[in-house]
Protein backbone atom coordinates (compact mmCIF):
# COMPACT_ATOMS: atom_id res chain seq x y z
CA UNK A 1 0.00 0.00 0.00
CA UNK A 2 1.22 3.29 -1.09
CA UNK A 3 2.62 5.91 1.55
CA UNK A 4 0.05 8.39 3.17
CA UNK A 5 -2.60 6.57 1.72
CA UNK A 6 -6.08 6.47 3.05
CA UNK A 7 -9.71 5.39 1.98
CA UNK A 8 -11.37 9.45 2.11
CA UNK A 9 -9.75 12.35 1.87
CA UNK A 10 -11.21 15.61 2.71
CA UNK A 11 -9.84 18.87 1.89
CA UNK A 12 -10.51 21.62 4.45
CA UNK A 13 -11.21 21.54 8.08
CA UNK A 14 -13.92 24.07 8.34
CA UNK A 15 -17.19 22.89 10.14
CA UNK A 16 -18.45 21.32 6.52
CA UNK A 17 -14.85 19.11 6.53
CA UNK A 18 -15.38 18.22 10.49
CA UNK A 19 -19.53 17.43 9.91
CA UNK A 20 -18.14 14.78 6.82
CA UNK A 21 -15.05 13.80 9.32
CA UNK A 22 -17.46 13.54 12.28
CA UNK A 23 -20.31 11.43 10.29
CA UNK A 24 -17.86 9.33 8.79
CA UNK A 25 -16.01 8.31 12.31
CA UNK A 26 -19.67 8.18 13.29
CA UNK A 27 -20.47 5.25 10.89
CA UNK A 28 -17.29 3.23 11.59
CA UNK A 29 -15.27 4.47 8.79
CA UNK A 30 -11.91 5.46 10.34
CA UNK A 31 -9.67 5.46 7.07
CA UNK A 32 -9.96 9.14 6.54
CA UNK A 33 -7.71 11.82 6.36
CA UNK A 34 -8.50 15.89 6.50
CA UNK A 35 -5.81 18.50 4.96
CA UNK A 36 -6.09 21.70 6.60
CA UNK A 37 -4.10 24.67 4.95
CA UNK A 38 -4.34 27.27 8.08
CA UNK A 39 -2.41 26.33 11.38
CA UNK A 40 -5.78 25.47 12.98
CA UNK A 41 -9.36 24.09 12.34
CA UNK A 42 -12.47 25.66 12.08
CA UNK A 43 -11.81 27.85 8.94
CA UNK A 44 -14.52 30.19 8.64
CA UNK A 45 -15.45 29.75 12.68
CA UNK A 46 -12.86 31.25 15.13
CA UNK A 47 -13.14 32.50 18.27
CA UNK A 48 -10.60 34.66 20.26
CA UNK A 49 -10.69 36.02 23.43
CA UNK A 50 -14.42 34.82 23.90
CA UNK A 51 -14.79 36.73 20.83
CA UNK A 52 -16.80 34.94 17.62
CA UNK A 53 -14.69 36.92 14.61
CA UNK A 54 -16.70 34.22 12.28
CA UNK A 55 -19.77 32.88 12.45
CA UNK A 56 -22.27 33.60 15.07
CA UNK A 57 -25.28 33.36 15.52
CA UNK A 58 -28.26 31.21 13.97
CA UNK A 59 -32.31 30.71 13.70
CA UNK A 60 -35.03 28.00 14.61
CA UNK A 61 -34.80 27.35 11.36
CA UNK A 62 -31.57 26.33 10.76
CA UNK A 63 -32.50 22.91 11.82
CA UNK A 64 -29.27 21.29 10.84
CA UNK A 65 -27.32 23.48 13.12
CA UNK A 66 -29.99 22.82 16.06
CA UNK A 67 -30.23 19.37 15.68
CA UNK A 68 -25.86 19.00 15.77
CA UNK A 69 -25.67 20.65 19.15
CA UNK A 70 -28.03 18.58 20.45
CA UNK A 71 -26.68 15.74 18.98
CA UNK A 72 -23.06 16.69 20.48
CA UNK A 73 -24.77 17.97 23.65
CA UNK A 74 -23.88 21.77 22.93
CA UNK A 75 -26.12 24.34 24.64
CA UNK A 76 -27.66 27.50 22.69
CA UNK A 77 -28.83 30.65 24.14
CA UNK A 78 -30.35 33.73 22.74
CA UNK A 79 -28.75 36.77 21.63
CA UNK A 80 -29.08 39.70 24.38
CA UNK A 81 -30.99 42.64 23.25
CA UNK A 82 -33.41 44.38 26.22
CA UNK A 83 -32.75 47.87 27.07
CA UNK A 84 -32.29 50.56 24.41
CA UNK A 85 -31.01 50.23 20.89
CA UNK A 86 -29.49 52.72 18.86
CA UNK A 87 -30.23 53.52 15.22
CA UNK A 88 -27.97 55.48 13.21
CA UNK A 89 -29.35 56.66 9.73
CA UNK A 90 -27.95 60.12 9.28
CA UNK A 91 -24.90 61.73 10.39
CA UNK A 92 -26.56 65.00 10.39
CA UNK A 93 -29.76 64.05 11.99
CA UNK A 94 -30.05 62.70 15.94
CA UNK A 95 -29.83 59.29 16.70
CA UNK A 96 -32.84 57.06 17.28
CA UNK A 97 -33.57 54.60 19.97
CA UNK A 98 -36.39 51.72 19.90
CA UNK A 99 -36.53 48.57 22.05
CA UNK A 100 -36.71 45.36 20.83
CA UNK A 101 -39.82 43.23 21.01
CA UNK A 102 -39.74 40.77 23.61
CA UNK A 103 -42.05 38.79 22.26
CA UNK A 104 -39.61 38.31 19.16
CA UNK A 105 -37.28 35.78 20.17
CA UNK A 106 -33.34 37.03 19.32
CA UNK A 107 -31.00 34.95 17.07
CA UNK A 108 -29.42 32.20 18.68
CA UNK A 109 -25.91 31.68 20.06
CA UNK A 110 -23.80 29.07 20.99
CA UNK A 111 -22.78 28.29 24.38
CA UNK A 112 -19.26 28.58 24.70
CA UNK A 113 -18.73 30.11 21.71
CA UNK A 114 -18.94 29.11 17.99
CA UNK A 115 -15.47 27.09 18.23
CA UNK A 116 -17.45 24.96 21.15
CA UNK A 117 -19.17 23.29 17.85
CA UNK A 118 -15.53 22.99 16.16
CA UNK A 119 -13.90 21.28 18.76
CA UNK A 120 -17.26 19.16 19.84
CA UNK A 121 -16.88 17.73 16.04
CA UNK A 122 -12.96 17.18 15.72
CA UNK A 123 -12.57 15.84 18.99
CA UNK A 124 -13.33 12.12 17.94
CA UNK A 125 -11.19 12.66 14.90
CA UNK A 126 -8.63 14.72 15.78
CA UNK A 127 -5.70 12.47 14.84
CA UNK A 128 -6.75 12.29 11.80
CA UNK A 129 -6.57 16.00 11.03
CA UNK A 130 -3.00 17.43 9.25
CA UNK A 131 -3.25 21.13 9.87
CA UNK A 132 -0.71 23.24 8.08
CA UNK A 133 -0.98 21.52 4.63
CA UNK A 134 -2.26 23.38 1.59
CA UNK A 135 -3.55 21.44 -1.39
CA UNK A 136 -2.44 22.15 -4.78
CA UNK A 137 -3.85 19.54 -7.10
CA UNK A 138 -5.94 16.85 -7.29
CA UNK A 139 -5.15 13.98 -10.25
CA UNK A 140 -7.37 10.85 -11.07
CA UNK A 141 -5.46 7.77 -10.64
CA UNK A 142 -6.14 4.16 -11.69
CA UNK A 143 -6.73 3.17 -7.72
CA UNK A 144 -8.41 6.68 -6.36
CA UNK A 145 -6.92 9.98 -6.04
CA UNK A 146 -3.47 11.98 -5.80
CA UNK A 147 -3.52 14.95 -3.71
CA UNK A 148 -0.62 16.95 -3.94
CA UNK A 149 0.31 19.56 -0.70
CA UNK A 150 3.10 21.88 0.10
CA UNK A 151 3.76 19.10 2.92
CA UNK A 152 3.86 15.77 0.21
CA UNK A 153 2.03 13.63 -0.97
CA UNK A 154 -1.43 11.79 -0.65
CA UNK A 155 -3.63 9.01 -1.49
CA UNK A 156 -6.91 7.92 -1.18
CA UNK A 157 -9.86 5.92 -3.42
CA UNK A 158 -12.10 9.14 -2.98
CA UNK A 159 -12.04 13.11 -1.82
CA UNK A 160 -14.34 15.58 -0.42
CA UNK A 161 -13.38 19.45 -1.48
CA UNK A 162 -15.00 21.47 0.94
CA UNK A 163 -12.62 24.61 -0.06
CA UNK A 164 -14.78 27.92 -1.12
CA UNK A 165 -15.27 27.00 -4.57
CA UNK A 166 -14.40 30.93 -5.54
CA UNK A 167 -10.49 29.75 -4.18
CA UNK A 168 -10.99 26.24 -4.79
CA UNK A 169 -10.27 27.51 -8.86
CA UNK A 170 -6.36 27.50 -7.11
CA UNK A 171 -6.44 24.12 -7.38
CA UNK A 172 -5.22 22.72 -10.41
CA UNK A 173 -7.37 19.47 -11.61
CA UNK A 174 -6.49 16.44 -13.54
CA UNK A 175 -8.66 15.32 -15.85
CA UNK A 176 -9.48 19.42 -15.98
CA UNK A 177 -12.76 19.72 -14.33
CA UNK A 178 -15.86 20.83 -17.05
CA UNK A 179 -15.65 24.19 -18.06
CA UNK A 180 -18.93 24.98 -16.70
CA UNK A 181 -17.82 24.13 -13.50
CA UNK A 182 -14.86 26.31 -12.96
CA UNK A 183 -17.16 29.35 -14.82
CA UNK A 184 -19.63 28.43 -11.71
CA UNK A 185 -17.04 28.10 -8.99
CA UNK A 186 -15.21 31.31 -10.19
CA UNK A 187 -18.45 33.09 -9.75
CA UNK A 188 -19.38 31.65 -6.60
CA UNK A 189 -19.06 34.35 -4.03
CA UNK A 190 -17.20 33.37 -0.95
CA UNK A 191 -20.25 34.49 1.95
CA UNK A 192 -18.80 36.97 4.57
CA UNK A 193 -15.62 36.89 2.64
CA UNK A 194 -15.70 40.90 2.38
CA UNK A 195 -16.47 41.35 6.44
CA UNK A 196 -14.13 43.01 8.70
CA UNK A 197 -15.21 42.36 12.33
CA UNK A 198 -14.56 43.94 15.45
CA UNK A 199 -14.47 43.07 19.12
CA UNK A 200 -13.90 44.50 22.35
CA UNK A 201 -13.71 43.13 25.83
CA UNK A 202 -14.58 44.75 29.07
CA UNK A 203 -14.06 44.69 32.89
CA UNK A 204 -18.20 45.33 33.49
CA UNK A 205 -20.59 45.24 30.78
CA UNK A 206 -21.19 48.97 31.21
CA UNK A 207 -23.95 49.33 28.60
CA UNK A 208 -25.95 46.74 30.05
CA UNK A 209 -25.82 49.05 33.19
CA UNK A 210 -27.16 51.94 31.52
CA UNK A 211 -29.73 49.97 30.33
CA UNK A 212 -28.25 49.96 26.56
CA UNK A 213 -28.99 46.20 24.56
CA UNK A 214 -25.15 46.82 23.03
CA UNK A 215 -26.80 47.07 19.94
CA UNK A 216 -25.97 50.03 17.23
CA UNK A 217 -27.48 49.99 13.70
CA UNK A 218 -26.48 52.22 10.46
CA UNK A 219 -24.97 51.98 7.73
CA UNK A 220 -23.27 55.63 8.31
CA UNK A 221 -21.05 55.28 10.58
CA UNK A 222 -17.63 53.33 11.04
CA UNK A 223 -19.22 50.47 12.81
CA UNK A 224 -22.78 49.37 10.47
CA UNK A 225 -24.12 46.69 13.13
CA UNK A 226 -22.94 46.07 17.04
CA UNK A 227 -24.25 43.55 19.29
CA UNK A 228 -23.64 42.34 23.23
CA UNK A 229 -21.44 39.68 22.95
CA UNK A 230 -21.43 38.47 26.38
CA UNK A 231 -21.02 34.68 27.08
CA UNK A 232 -23.53 32.50 28.45
CA UNK A 233 -23.25 32.61 32.23
CA UNK A 234 -22.50 36.72 31.63
CA UNK A 235 -19.39 36.53 33.20
CA UNK A 236 -17.06 37.42 30.29
CA UNK A 237 -18.21 40.87 28.56
CA UNK A 238 -18.06 42.23 25.57
CA UNK A 239 -18.86 43.66 22.25
CA UNK A 240 -18.55 42.46 18.34
CA UNK A 241 -19.68 44.14 15.54
CA UNK A 242 -19.10 44.87 11.65
CA UNK A 243 -16.69 47.81 10.41
CA UNK A 244 -17.82 49.71 7.75
CA UNK A 245 -16.23 48.51 4.54
CA UNK A 246 -15.59 51.88 3.55
CA UNK A 247 -12.63 51.66 6.19
CA UNK A 248 -10.72 48.86 4.60
CA UNK A 249 -7.90 50.99 2.83
CA UNK A 250 -7.50 53.53 5.40
CA UNK A 251 -4.54 52.46 8.08
CA UNK A 252 -5.13 50.32 11.40
CA UNK A 253 -4.55 53.30 13.30
CA UNK A 254 -6.86 55.47 11.84
CA UNK A 255 -9.18 52.66 11.61
CA UNK A 256 -9.09 51.69 15.60
CA UNK A 257 -9.37 55.81 16.25
CA UNK A 258 -12.53 56.42 14.03
CA UNK A 259 -14.33 53.24 15.48
CA UNK A 260 -13.43 53.65 19.15
CA UNK A 261 -15.28 57.55 18.40
CA UNK A 262 -18.49 56.33 16.79
CA UNK A 263 -18.71 53.79 19.53
CA UNK A 264 -17.56 56.42 22.50
CA UNK A 265 -20.15 58.84 20.85
CA UNK A 266 -23.30 56.60 21.31
CA UNK A 267 -22.81 54.07 23.64
CA UNK A 268 -20.33 56.50 26.25
CA UNK A 269 -16.86 57.61 26.86
CA UNK A 270 -16.60 53.51 28.76
CA UNK A 271 -15.80 52.10 25.55
CA UNK A 272 -12.51 53.52 25.83
CA UNK A 273 -11.60 51.72 29.26
CA UNK A 274 -11.42 47.97 26.86
CA UNK A 275 -8.97 45.54 27.94
CA UNK A 276 -8.71 44.12 24.72
CA UNK A 277 -9.59 44.73 20.88
CA UNK A 278 -9.27 42.94 17.83
CA UNK A 279 -9.91 43.54 14.07
CA UNK A 280 -10.47 40.69 11.54
CA UNK A 281 -10.89 41.38 7.85
CA UNK A 282 -11.86 38.56 5.77
CA UNK A 283 -10.93 39.83 2.70
CA UNK A 284 -7.04 39.31 3.73
CA UNK A 285 -7.06 36.23 4.72
CA UNK A 286 -5.88 33.83 1.91
CA UNK A 287 -7.65 30.55 2.85
CA UNK A 288 -11.28 32.48 2.31
CA UNK A 289 -10.12 35.51 0.24
CA UNK A 290 -9.00 36.06 -3.07
CA UNK A 291 -8.33 39.54 -4.23
CA UNK A 292 -11.30 40.65 -6.28
CA UNK A 293 -13.62 41.77 -3.09
CA UNK A 294 -14.48 44.76 -4.84
CA UNK A 295 -18.73 45.11 -4.75
CA UNK A 296 -20.08 45.00 -0.75
CA UNK A 297 -23.50 43.70 -1.03
CA UNK A 298 -23.35 40.96 -3.45
CA UNK A 299 -26.53 38.69 -4.27
CA UNK A 300 -24.82 35.36 -4.56
CA UNK A 301 -26.93 32.50 -5.76
CA UNK A 302 -25.75 29.00 -3.95
CA UNK A 303 -26.42 25.50 -4.23
CA UNK A 304 -25.59 25.30 -7.89
CA UNK A 305 -26.37 22.10 -9.33
CA UNK A 306 -22.98 21.71 -10.35
CA UNK A 307 -21.74 20.49 -6.87
CA UNK A 308 -23.98 18.10 -6.76
CA UNK A 309 -22.29 15.61 -9.33
CA UNK A 310 -19.79 13.88 -9.08
CA UNK A 311 -16.33 13.93 -10.98
CA UNK A 312 -12.91 12.24 -12.11
CA UNK A 313 -15.35 9.66 -12.07
CA UNK A 314 -16.79 9.79 -9.28
CA UNK A 315 -14.06 9.99 -7.16
CA UNK A 316 -14.50 14.18 -6.33
CA UNK A 317 -17.55 15.12 -4.55
CA UNK A 318 -17.82 19.19 -3.86
CA UNK A 319 -18.88 20.40 -0.44
CA UNK A 320 -19.21 23.31 1.92
CA UNK A 321 -21.11 25.78 2.50
CA UNK A 322 -21.55 27.61 -0.88
CA UNK A 323 -22.59 24.23 -2.62
CA UNK A 324 -25.95 23.75 -0.33
CA UNK A 325 -28.99 24.52 -1.92
CA UNK A 326 -30.25 24.95 1.45
CA UNK A 327 -29.00 28.38 3.25
CA UNK A 328 -26.10 28.39 0.83
CA UNK A 329 -23.29 30.48 2.40
CA UNK A 330 -24.66 29.81 6.52
CA UNK A 331 -23.09 27.44 9.07
CA UNK A 332 -26.41 25.19 8.07
CA UNK A 333 -25.61 25.46 5.13
CA UNK A 334 -22.47 24.01 5.56
CA UNK A 335 -23.58 20.89 8.30
CA UNK A 336 -26.53 19.99 5.36
CA UNK A 337 -23.65 19.62 2.50
CA UNK A 338 -20.94 17.63 5.04
CA UNK A 339 -23.49 15.14 5.75
CA UNK A 340 -25.10 14.91 2.56
CA UNK A 341 -21.01 14.64 1.10
CA UNK A 342 -20.31 12.06 3.69
CA UNK A 343 -23.14 9.69 2.85
CA UNK A 344 -22.55 10.17 -0.72
CA UNK A 345 -19.04 9.13 -0.53
CA UNK A 346 -19.50 5.83 1.31
CA UNK A 347 -22.53 4.87 -1.10
C1 LIG B 1 -17.33 37.27 9.40
C2 LIG B 1 -18.25 36.09 9.20
C3 LIG B 1 -19.45 36.05 9.86
C4 LIG B 1 -20.31 34.98 9.67
N1 LIG B 1 -21.48 34.93 10.39
C5 LIG B 1 -22.29 33.87 10.29
C6 LIG B 1 -23.40 33.73 11.14
O1 LIG B 1 -23.62 34.56 12.03
N2 LIG B 1 -24.21 32.65 10.96
C7 LIG B 1 -23.95 31.68 10.02
O2 LIG B 1 -24.72 30.71 9.90
N3 LIG B 1 -22.86 31.76 9.21
C8 LIG B 1 -22.02 32.83 9.35
N4 LIG B 1 -20.89 32.89 8.59
C9 LIG B 1 -20.66 31.83 7.59
C10 LIG B 1 -20.06 30.56 8.22
O3 LIG B 1 -18.87 30.91 8.87
C11 LIG B 1 -19.81 29.54 7.12
O4 LIG B 1 -21.04 29.15 6.54
C12 LIG B 1 -19.13 28.24 7.56
O5 LIG B 1 -18.24 28.41 8.61
C13 LIG B 1 -18.45 27.66 6.32
O6 LIG B 1 -17.88 26.40 6.61
P1 LIG B 1 -17.18 25.60 5.43
O7 LIG B 1 -16.57 24.41 6.02
O8 LIG B 1 -18.13 25.42 4.29
O9 LIG B 1 -16.05 26.60 4.84
P2 LIG B 1 -14.73 27.17 5.55
O10 LIG B 1 -15.01 27.44 6.97
O11 LIG B 1 -14.26 28.28 4.70
O12 LIG B 1 -13.72 25.94 5.48
C14 LIG B 1 -12.92 25.65 4.37
C15 LIG B 1 -11.56 25.22 4.90
O13 LIG B 1 -10.70 24.94 3.78
C16 LIG B 1 -9.40 25.41 4.10
N5 LIG B 1 -8.64 25.59 2.86
C17 LIG B 1 -8.70 26.61 1.97
N6 LIG B 1 -7.86 26.40 0.93
C18 LIG B 1 -7.24 25.20 1.18
C19 LIG B 1 -6.26 24.44 0.47
N7 LIG B 1 -5.76 24.82 -0.71
N8 LIG B 1 -5.81 23.28 1.04
C20 LIG B 1 -6.31 22.84 2.24
N9 LIG B 1 -7.26 23.53 2.92
C21 LIG B 1 -7.73 24.69 2.40
C22 LIG B 1 -9.66 26.69 4.85
O14 LIG B 1 -8.55 27.10 5.63
C23 LIG B 1 -10.87 26.32 5.70
O15 LIG B 1 -10.49 25.83 6.98
C24 LIG B 1 -19.97 33.94 8.77
C25 LIG B 1 -18.74 33.96 8.12
C26 LIG B 1 -17.88 35.02 8.34
C27 LIG B 1 -16.53 35.02 7.65
Redesign the pocket.
Known amino acids: MKENFSKYII???????LTSAYKLFGQGVSNFTV????DRI????VTQDGID??????QTH?EAVIELLNELGIEKYHQYNKGKSVLVYSTMAPEHYFENDPNTPSAYRIKGNSQALIHALAKPVLDKIQTN???LSISETEEGVRVETDRGLFYGEKVIV???PK?AT??SFSPELPVEVGVVMDKTHT???N?I?VGLTFKEPFWRNKNFSGMLIGQVGAVTELYDHNDAENSHFALMGFVNEGLRDTSEANRKQRILDYLSKYLGPEVLEYLTYEEKD?SKDK??SCETIKSIYMSPSYGNPVFDKSYLNGKLRFS???TSLVHG??????II?GINAAQKIMG
Do not use: C, Q
Not at 11 to 17: C, H, P, Q, R, Y
Not at 35 to 38: F, G, K, M, P, T
Open positions: IGAGLSGLESRGGRIFGATWFHTNVTIPIRIWMSAKWHTGAEGYMDGAS
